[in-house]
């Protein structure tokens, strides 16, 4: 997953008055606390020498600007880069990180298949401080959707050579907008081993949708985080009839 699916959605269209506008997609908490090659770090942006202002004073305008920073606390992962880029155009972007010596920043960043970070900043990647404790909090003690599942434990749905269903009746929760219970789906074959998934199910309608999904590498909601997908926070609801294995669901929670 590349760093534009996970914190920067750049959409910038040009204006009669030549400015520019830039919009970005919300920051998901589970996706930085979970997928592995995401950084969360607290930095210093420093001072330039005597030198390097000297130096500023020659080179030619660009589109860019560069800041030699400290990292002050990793919530996630590990900074590696000793220094960050920010996006200036014409110095009049709404991309563009207006930074100042000194000042403190929280910003989230891919590492790349040398497990090296992007120096990359803008206003997309940069984060607050109360969501970078946030991060670091569901990181260090990891919510029950994101815990291995003993299938022993849980009703089995449905089951072919290399796919199997199983749904944890023992937990269904209800609110004014219907029932919602976890499924596990184990797939051999698939790109995910097994996804965990939280269905919410309108009894009266007989209608189901997915309010979260995650996709792990190994069998049984375990090894690596590959994907997760809170649709109750991002407004991406889809209501579908039940299908054959959703539909044995109404016993439990209807």
């Known amino acids: 997953m590349s760093l534009h699916r996970l914190s920067i959605f750049l959409s910038i269209s040009l204006f009669a008055n030549s400015a520019w506008a830039c919009s970005c997609k919300q920051n998901n908490i589970d996706e930085v606390a979970y997928l592995k090659d995401i950084v969360l770090t607290k930095l210093k942006v420093n001072s330039p020498s005597f030198i390097e202002r000297m130096r500023s004073y020659f080179e030619k305008p660009t589109y860019s600007k560069t800041y030699k920073v400290t990292v002050l606390e990793n919530y996630k992962g590990t900074f590696t880069a000793s220094d960050i880029t920010t996006l200036i155009i014409g110095g009049e972007a709404d991309c ?10 929280y910003i989230i ?10 120096n990359e900043v803008n206003i997309c990647n940069m984060t607050s401080e109360k969501f970078a404790k946030a991060v670091k909090k569901e990181h260090t003690n990891p919510s029950d959707a994101y815990k291995s599942v003993d299938i022993s434990e849980w009703i089995q749905l449905n089951k072919t050579t290399t796919r199997s269903i199983y749904a944890d009746t023992k937990n269904v929760t209800k609110d004014a907008f219907g029932s919602y219970i976890w499924t596990l789906i184990n797939d051999s074959s698939a790109k995910y081993k097994s996804q965990k998934i939280k269905v919410q199910i309108s009894c009266n309608e007989k209608m189901f949708s997915i309010s979260h999904e995650i996709g792990f590498s190994d069998l049984n909601a375990s090894g690596d985080v590959l994907m997760t997908t809170v649709h109750a926070k991002m407004n991406t609801y889809r209501w579908l009839p039940l299908n054959e294995s959703y539909s044995k669901l109404l016993k439990y929670t209807c």
Not at 109 to 118: H, L
């Open 96 to 105: 563009s990180s207006r930074l100042t010596y000194g000042e403190i920043i």
């Open 109 to 118: 960043v891919q590492k790349n298949n040398e497990g090296s970070t992007s």
